[in-house]
């Protein structure tokens, strides 16, 4: 079984500050981990993915995470925001089950960025 | 271009007027999965099919029915809609062959039913 966690519905910070998105997941074999992207009135994009290389991922927008499995987390972070980056972001787990990789969703953080 | 293309994008009905809500991928990919998104509650499956003639449910399929005659459609089939179906409501595919692929999605755009 796998599941998502996802620290904080909503995360409010100010342009130029840095974004932390807290992920923690759980799964019974080494998962890949996905963070997703929602623009509003858009449908989800995939901002970075973890498939057991690096453990430090760069993805779209200056985006990264960095895959922890001993704290079993897979934070989002970003120097600097931008007001452009205000967007629900979604975390996600896929786990080998079967030979099937059906991902898990986390519920969604809201961030919002102050000018 | 590589897309998951889902018809209408918005749509007004009433109570118990069935309706269906289309899928189409264009990237030849095994898995297709329908989701309802609603406030506070993220992303819930409804349906999925790791191929053709092939489907299951779900963590919330009831008042839902799904079809997989061709790889590349997979439509959402609300028989009675009820104004508890009034949400967001989006389709993914994915690749599904073992090793060759990481379970990463492909979204459409979303279509925002609303049941009155």
């Known amino acids: 079984a796998q599941s998502v966690t996802q620290l904080g519905s909503h995360v409010s910070v100010s342009e130029g500050a840095l974004v932390l998105l807290r992920c923690n997941y759980s799964?019974?074999?080494?998962?890949?981990l996905f963070w997703y992207v929602q623009y509003p009135n858009q449908g989800l994009q995939l901002l970075l993915k973890?498939?057991?290389?690096?453990?430090l991922v760069k993805g779209i927008n200056g985006f990264e995470a960095e895959f922890k499995k001993s704290e079993t987390s897979f934070h989002l972070t970003k120097p600097s925001a931008h007001m452009s980056d205000a967007a629900e972001y979604f975390c996600?787990?896929?786990?080998?089950?079967?030979?099937?990789?059906?991902?898990?969703f986390g519920r969604g953080t809201s961030l919002i960025v102050h000018p | 271009e590589a897309q998951v293309t889902q018809n209408p994008r918005y749509l007004i009905t009433v109570t118990g007027k069935k309706l269906t809500v289309t899928c189409s991928q264009n990237?030849?990919?095994?898995?297709m999965s329908w989701y309802r998104q609603d406030p506070g509650l993220g992303l819930r499956q409804i349906y999925y099919?790791?191929?053709?003639?092939?489907?299951d449910k779900g963590d919330v399929p009831e008042g839902y029915k799904v079809s997989r005659k061709e790889k590349r459609n997979f439509p959402l089939i609300l028989e009675s809609p009820s104004p508890n179906q009034t949400s967001l409501y989006f389709c993914?595919?994915?690749?599904?062959?073992?090793?060759?692929?990481?379970?990463?999605?492909?979204f459409g755009e979303g279509s925002r039913l609303t049941v009155l």
């Open positions: 993914a595919s994915s690749f599904f062959a073992v090793g060759a692929q990481t379970g990463e999605l492909f």
């Open positions: 799964s019974s074999v080494p998962p890949y």
């Open positions: 973890y498939t057991s290389a690096a453990t």
């Open positions: 996600a787990v896929s786990a080998a089950s079967g030979g099937s990789y059906i991902p898990t």
């Open positions: 990237m030849n990919h095994e898995y």
């Open positions: 099919s790791m191929n053709v003639e092939v489907t």
